[in-house]
């Protein structure tokens, strides 16, 4: 189980590794990965599920981000990256201002997609985006979902996958993030904003890493459309005006949903969230509800 009984012994063994004490070691989140702040170093640590080689892809994608001058976070070069400690992948990263006072706004987040679609095809294997098996495959491994939801969810997915195997994308394929965020954008000290998390980068339709800023807006951000506007005038192009959009926004829901009911626990306040996420597509919630951030 990935918890955090289970990390902080990796995160000590990575600490003696560095010749630094991980006393005061912090954690910061433990969903996907663990990630722990120590001094001036962020560390993050895969499940052991993922294994290295998604891990070195990571590793890749951010040194030719580098190169390339693009804003991003930076591995530290205290180590060869990635590390294998315990069977978890690790990569030690410099810390950067998480901006809690002064947020990423989806206007900044706009300049930078703007900019990461403008780059060429990077020299790294990267996998192609396939939400449709990704979605299967974490309804399939789900535990806290009752047979009645997955059928609802299966059925939902069938008919978003008729639709996504038909759609035209005027925009094209490139890298893509795959989850941009205001969330996953953090600040240098000099106040510039950086994209952040590279394990979901992928070759697929730029209009995927759009969908996804429009569904944090209306599901997360009280500003809702005013703040997908800011990011539509930064980013230079209207996805709404592409007819396609609505459900390629709803297929990046579905697959919320079910990477995040794959990842909870019966009896949290992660799985109590899922299933009133699923309660809100039964009620076919045509004005979105909030979500709680997981």
């Given at each position: 189980?990935?918890?955090?009984a289970?990390?902080?012994?990796?995160?000590a063994?990575?600490?003696?590794h560095?010749?630094?004490?991980?006393?005061?070691?912090?954690?910061?989140r433990?969903?996907?990965?663990?990630?722990?702040?120590?001094g001036d170093?962020?560390?993050?640590?895969?499940?052991e599920e993922?294994?290295?080689?998604r891990?070195?892809?990571?590793?890749?994608?951010?040194q030719?981000?580098?190169e390339r001058?693009?804003?991003?976070?930076?591995?530290?070069a205290?180590?060869?990256?990635?590390?294998?400690?315990?069977?978890?992948?690790?990569?030690?990263?410099?810390?950067?201002?998480?901006a809690?006072?002064?947020?990423?706004t989806?206007?900044e987040?706009?300049?930078?997609?703007r900019?990461?679609?403008?780059l060429?095809?990077?020299?790294v294997?990267?996998?192609?985006?396939?939400?449709i098996?990704?979605?299967?495959?974490?309804?399939?491994?789900?535990t806290?979902?009752?047979?009645?939801?997955?059928?609802?969810l299966?059925?939902?997915?069938?008919?978003?996958?008729?639709?996504?195997?038909?759609m035209?994308?005027?925009?094209?394929?490139?890298?893509?993030?795959?989850?941009?965020?205001?969330?996953?954008?953090?600040?240098?000290?000099?106040r510039t904003?950086?994209?952040?998390?590279?394990?979901g980068?992928a070759?697929?339709?730029?209009?995927?890493?759009?969908?996804?800023v429009?569904?944090?807006?209306?599901?997360f951000?009280l500003?809702?459309?005013?703040?997908?506007?800011d990011?539509?005038?930064?980013?230079?192009?209207?996805?709404t005006?592409?007819?396609g959009?609505?459900d390629?926004?709803?297929?990046?829901?579905?697959q919320?949903?079910?990477?995040?009911?794959?990842k909870?626990?019966a009896?949290?306040?992660?799985?109590?969230e899922?299933?009133?996420?699923?309660?809100?597509?039964?009620q076919d919630?045509?004005?979105p509800?909030?979500?709680?951030?997981?």
């Amino acid at each position: 189980m990935f918890i955090e009984a289970r990390t902080r012994p990796v995160l000590a063994e990575v600490c003696r590794h560095l010749g630094i004490s991980d006393a005061d070691a912090s954690l910061l989140r433990h969903h996907t990965n663990a990630v722990y702040a120590v001094g001036d170093l962020v560390i993050k640590i895969a499940p052991e599920e993922f294994g290295p080689d998604r891990t070195r892809v990571v590793v890749a994608v951010v040194q030719w981000l580098s190169e390339r001058q693009f804003p991003t976070v930076s591995l530290s070069a205290r180590v060869p990256q990635p590390l294998l400690v315990g069977g978890h992948a690790v990569t030690v990263w410099e810390r950067l201002d998480p901006a809690h006072d002064e947020p990423v706004t989806t206007s900044e987040l706009g300049t930078l997609l703007r900019e990461l679609h403008a780059l060429p095809d990077p020299p790294v294997s990267l996998p192609r985006l396939q939400p449709i098996d990704n979605v299967r495959r974490s309804l399939d491994k789900a535990t806290i979902i009752s047979a009645e939801d997955r059928d609802l969810l299966l059925k939902r997915l069938e008919s978003l996958a008729a639709r996504w195997s038909v759609m035209d994308f005027p925009l094209g394929a490139s890298m893509i993030q795959s989850d941009p965020q205001t969330r996953n954008a953090l600040r240098r000290f000099d106040r510039t904003p950086v994209l952040a998390d590279w394990d979901g980068a992928a070759l697929g339709p730029r209009e995927w890493d759009l969908a996804t800023v429009a569904v944090h807006c209306r599901r997360f951000n009280l500003r809702g459309s005013a703040a997908f506007a800011d990011f539509t005038a930064a980013y230079g192009w209207d996805a709404t005006s592409w007819p396609g959009f609505e459900d390629l926004c709803e297929l990046r829901e579905l697959q919320m949903i079910a990477t995040n009911a794959r990842k909870a626990r019966a009896g949290t306040e992660a799985a109590a969230e899922v299933l009133r996420r699923i309660g809100g597509l039964r009620q076919d919630d045509r004005e979105p509800c909030q979500w709680q951030i997981l």
